[in-house]
């Protein structure tokens, strides 16, 4: 292997897709060495997620296959009491029609007591702690996960969230995926922070989103950061400046 075949780490910022970071790492690879240099992605992030990619460059794109079935870990903060047509905060996000009654230890939810409407103020209440924690649980070991209609996944050809941002009604199969631990690192109405270890094809949108259905409260992402992909940490990687 030359020093063009490399394996690179990138702590991906916010604002900014996998296909762009790829783009600017070509661009200093080519400043580098001379030359273009092929470079590819072991498997993306959201533009507004943050954290590790990896990316391969030269003759090491040939092994990206060793990369892409790696388990991962997460950290994500859930918002609850909304949902978004997207799980993540590029959606429209609208309250979700139920609320919990009582003073944020816990309590009934009335599926009828607040209807779907603009963003307003989120009810000061919310499920005791206790209940987020085995919720959560559910969701530990091999589970069906339907990924969500704004991802990357192809169908018959084009990509889901060109095929959703166009209005068109299709169907995107379930699939087994495995979580193997969820902790809370926060919670306070209507935040709720989380670790996630999963396997590789889990998204963690509809996580968020199955989660909060399971709840009564619904529930969207507003900040994913990408730790842990395999035995590769972040803090090992090289921060991309905008």
Not at 20 to 39: D, M, N, S
Not at 110 to 129: L, M
Not at 169 to 188: A, G
């Amino acid at each position: 292997m030359s020093m063009e075949d490399q394996i690179i780490l990138i702590d991906k910022p916010a604002g900014i897709s996998s296909f762009g970071v790829v783009a600017k790492i070509r661009g200093k690879l080519k400043a580098e060495f001379g030359h273009k240099i092929k470079v590819g992605h072991t498997g993306t992030l959201d533009p507004f997620a943050t954290g590790l990619l990896i990316l391969l460059s030269g003759k090491m794109t040939k092994k990206s296959n060793e990369f892409l079935k790696l388990d991962k870990v997460y950290e994500a903060t859930l918002r609850l009491g909304f949902t978004s047509t997207t799980g993540d905060p590029e959606g429209e996000i609208t309250e979700y029609d139920s609320t919990w009654a009582g003073d944020g230890a816990g309590g009934t939810p009335d599926a009828h007591s607040r209807k779907a409407s603009t963003v307003g103020e989120a009810a000061t209440a919310g499920p005791a702690q206790s209940i987020i924690v085995s919720t959560l649980n559910s969701f530990i070991g091999k589970i069906r996960q339907t990924p969500p209609k704004f991802s990357a996944i192809k169908i018959n050809g084009r990509r889901a969230y060109k095929l959703a941002r166009e209005g068109k009604d299709f169907e995107i199969p379930s699939r087994e995926i495995e979580i193997y631990s969820i902790e809370i690192l926060k919670y306070n109405y209507p935040e709720l922070t989380i670790r996630v270890h999963c396997s590789s094809g889990t998204y963690i949108r509809t996580l968020a989103e199955d989660v909060g259905e399971t709840l009564k409260t619904g529930a969207y992402l507003t900040a994913l950061r990408r730790i842990k992909i395999g035995n590769y940490d972040v803090k090992d990687a090289e921060k991309l400046v905008l």
